[in-house]
């Protein structure tokens, strides 16, 4: 199995109160799959996606992929994981205002190390031009709509190449059309790229394209977690 989370919980604490925001979570994701995670608000979906993402520990319980456990990983480890494994998407895309739109894909790439910086323009162009906003490489954030400024999200997502995407409800500000495009991007990467795609989502346009829903309720899984 590509994906398994087993017995996961996560408390988030702070002075004397816990919160409890997943509860004995276990579930597998196939490599290759795409796999919606649903649940009302606070039910437990970005930790989720956190936890599997390596940006944060489970308080109890063992997280593997591909293979290694990346719950008892170090922060070091973790890193070169999610550089290695990782895509993440947001519902609020986080452009850097002050960068043009192909500057938002060079700029934190250069940090990563893993291109030569004469490569990185040409690598980021073909990334745009995949996602269909190469006609917007010198535009900023501000002069994109709401769907064309997640495809640059989307791009930036890819440029180390990973097996993973998590996103976090990349739909949640865009219209209908605009959802449309971005679901069927996602289903472009993963029927031609092999992505595993993971979308935390409210909504029912992205659940009706995925091949399985995971439901959680009060930090449990209540359908699909198998
Ligand atoms: N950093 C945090 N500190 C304290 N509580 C948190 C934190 N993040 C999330 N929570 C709590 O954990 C629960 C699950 O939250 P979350 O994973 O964000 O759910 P969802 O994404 O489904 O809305 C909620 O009760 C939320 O208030
Ligand atoms: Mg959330």
Same mark, same amino acid.
């Given at each position: ?24 979570? %276990?579930?597998? $994701? +196939?490599?290759? /799959?795409? *796999?919606? @995670? &649903?649940?009302? !608000?606070?039910?437990?979906? #970005?930790? =989720? ?72 323009? %040409?690598?980021? $162009? +073909?990334?745009? /031009?995949? *996602?269909? @906003? &190469?006609?917007? !490489?010198?535009?900023?954030? #501000?002069? =994109? ?82």
């Amino acid at each position: 199995m590509f994906i398994k989370v087993q017995n996961v919980s996560k408390y988030y604490v702070s002075g004397s109160t816990s919160v409890r925001a997943l509860h004995d979570v %276990s579930l597998s $994701i +196939k490599k290759g /799959e795409f *796999v919606s @995670i &649903a649940g009302p !608000s606070g039910s437990g979906k #970005t930790t =989720l996606l956190n936890l599997i993402g390596g940006i944060d520990h489970p308080s109890e319980g063992k997280i593997f992929v591909d293979g290694k456990e990346i719950s008892s990983a170090s922060e070091r480890e973790l890193s070169k994981y999610r550089r290695e494994y990782m895509g993440f998407v947001f519902q609020r895309f986080y452009l850097l205002p002050q960068f043009t739109v192909l500057e938002n894909l060079t700029f934190p790439a250069e940090f990563t190390k893993k291109y030569k910086k004469n490569d990185l323009r %040409s690598i980021a $162009i +073909k990334l745009l /031009e995949y *996602v269909g @906003i &190469a006609h917007k !490489s010198d535009r900023y954030p #501000t002069e =994109l709509s709401g769907g064309e400024a997640q495809r640059v999200a989307i791009a930036r997502a890819l440029i180390n190449r990973p097996k993973i995407i998590l996103a976090d409800e990349p739909t949640g500000e865009l219209d209908s059309e605009n959802t449309e495009n971005i679901i069927s991007l996602f289903k472009k990467l993963n029927f031609n790229d092999k992505i595993t795609v993971i979308i935390a989502t409210h909504d029912p346009e992205v659940w009706k394209r995925s091949q399985r829903i995971i439901r959680l309720k009060d930090g449990g899984v209540v359908h699909g977690g198998k």
